[in-house]
């Protein structure tokens, strides 16, 4: 006999997209009550994700490994120091957060805390996943003796309604394993990825010459940054939309990794010819950009005259919630020096973020961008040194340049046309334009997270 528990409270946002179960399938017409719509239990699927995200972190660290070793073997200290220092760091930052996305250290797995220690923690966690899904394989015929009752919104031909279904303790369990391997994605791409990719390109253009591993390197790195920055987009929504059931289809995918990919790939080279043609002189400014968006949310948070939040983990300090909060905040500025985090970090916020669409954060930050390319494109064109490329250097500034504002277009497109939830912003993309460039509507305009249920408040302004 099936034991079905109440539904808990609420918990912060990390909590709640863990729990996240496998996609339902609808069925209209089995009602449990009024405005509930029964949907039937979700079936588990291989953990591709799970593979390929510990494939890319195996891959990169290998590979890392193998050019400092070649570095060594050639007498490049420099080079070697900061190959191995990106690679440490973001080693170490998934090893924290799988541990604390498995809370491991209530637990007794000495196994897994070694693996951990020995910067192995991916693999056995990807081993662990692999036997849960087999083990719901073969158990596939059976009933979960244990579930639990969970309900999301969805939008139906339009309409919006409440989906109650049943999600198996095993099927939750490697959920939350996907979960966490996205997070761990995100941590590998923009702590360790972003500025080896970005090293690595700078070696090469000073030494002129791109051996076969640093190659590999620098795929595997280009690889992790697109999927973790498609990642970002993916989990910003759903974390903005937590009542929400999200349903991505492959066109907006492409759309997504289109426009991560032209912008990642852009602003880095932008950044890599800048700082070869300064040198030590690009150092201070790249610093400080990148210590004005490490410190915008605390100045905000400081402003506020907020607490801070004491709902980030219920076993945590005063000291340990800090710790999370540094935490969270680099990875913020990591995203936010290469792309566009899809989120407004509020550190005063009871779940740290700015769950409304905020079209004036996503203008401002992608104006300032644009500025600063274009800055560091001028610099390069300018000053740049004949020798470090044999290519005409005003080609190659406008094609960056286009190139960032092609990656531009496919966002403009996908928040106009394939957000997923476009028929629940208060305004559209050209809404805010309209509004920036002709000034016909100067009261702000506020998106309700939360909106009523009534069809005109859902009617899509597309």
């Known amino acids: 006999m099936s034991t ?11 909590d709640r997209v863990y729990e996240i179960p496998e996609e339902p399938n609808v069925d209209p017409v ?8 029964r949907g039937t239990n979700p ?38 120091t900061y190959t191995f220092s990106f690679f440490m760091f973001s080693s170490i ?26 910067l192995l923690g991916p693999v056995i966690r990807c081993l662990e996943a692999m036997i849960k899904y087999l083990t719901l394989w073969k158990k596939e015929e059976q009933e979960e003796p244990y579930v639990s009752l969970t ?13 109650e279904w049943e999600v198996g303790h095993s099927i939750r369990t490697l959920a939350m394993h996907r979960n966490a391997y996205k997070r761990m994605s995100q941590i590998q791409a923009f702590l360790g990825s972003v500025p080896q990719l970005t090293y690595q390109l700078y070696v090469s253009l000073i030494s002129a010459e791109v051996p076969l591993g640093r190659v590999v390197l620098m795929v595997f790195s280009l690889v992790s940054v697109t999927y973790g920055a498609t990642l970002c987009n993916m989990l910003a929504i759903q974390i903005k939309y937590d009542d929400y059931k999200i349903r991505l289809g492959p066109l907006e995918v492409l759309c997504i990794t289109i426009w991560r990919t032209l912008e990642i790939t852009s602003r ?24 004005i968006i490490l410190f915008e949310p605390w100045i905000k948070f400081w402003r506020s005259g907020a607490q801070m939040p004491n709902n980030i983990e219920k076993n945590f300090s005063r000291v340990g919630t800090l710790v999370v909060l540094i935490s969270v905040t680099i990875l913020y500025a990591g995203i936010n020096f290469s792309c566009w985090s899809a989120l407004q970090l509020r550190l005063a916020d009871r779940d740290l973020v700015d769950k409304g669409q905020n079209w004036g954060h996503m203008g401002l930050h992608y104006s300032v961008r644009l500025v600063e390319n274009v800055i560091m494109v001028l610099v390069f064109k300018f000053f740049g040194v004949k020798v470090l490329l044999n290519y005409c250097h005003s080609l190659i500034a406008l094609q960056l340049i286009i190139a960032y504002l092609i990656s531009i277009g496919f966002m403009l497109l996908f928040f106009q046309y394939l957000h997923p939830l476009r028929s629940l912003f208060a305004h559209n993309v050209v809404d805010y334009l ?29």
């Open 43 to 80: 079936r588990f699927t291989f953990p591709f994700s799970i593979l390929f995200s510990t494939f890319l972190y195996c891959g990169e660290a290998a590979s890392a490994l193998y050019m400092v070793r070649i570095y060594r073997k050639n007498s490049e200290t420099y080079w070697m």
């Open 30 to 37: 089995s009602s449990l009550q009024e405005d509930v719509i």
């Open 4 to 14: 079905r528990p109440q539904h808990s409270e609420r918990t912060s946002t990390m």
């Open 268 to 291: 880095l080279l932008i950044l890599v010819l800048f700082s070869a043609t300064l040198k030590l002189k690009a150092v201070p400014f790249l610093v400080l950009n990148f210590l």
């Open 93 to 118: 930052m998934v090893q924290l957060t799988l541990i604390f996305v498995h809370r491991d250290l209530a637990k007794d797995k000495p196994l897994s805390l070694f693996m951990h220690l020995i």
């Open 434 to 462: 309209h509004c920036v460039c002709c000034h016909r509507h100067p009261r702000t305009r506020v998106e309700n997270p939360e909106p009523p249920f009534e069809t005109e408040a859902r009617q899509s302004v597309v």
């Open 151 to 163: 309900r999301k919104k969805m939008l139906i031909d339009g309409e919006e309604v409440l989906i």
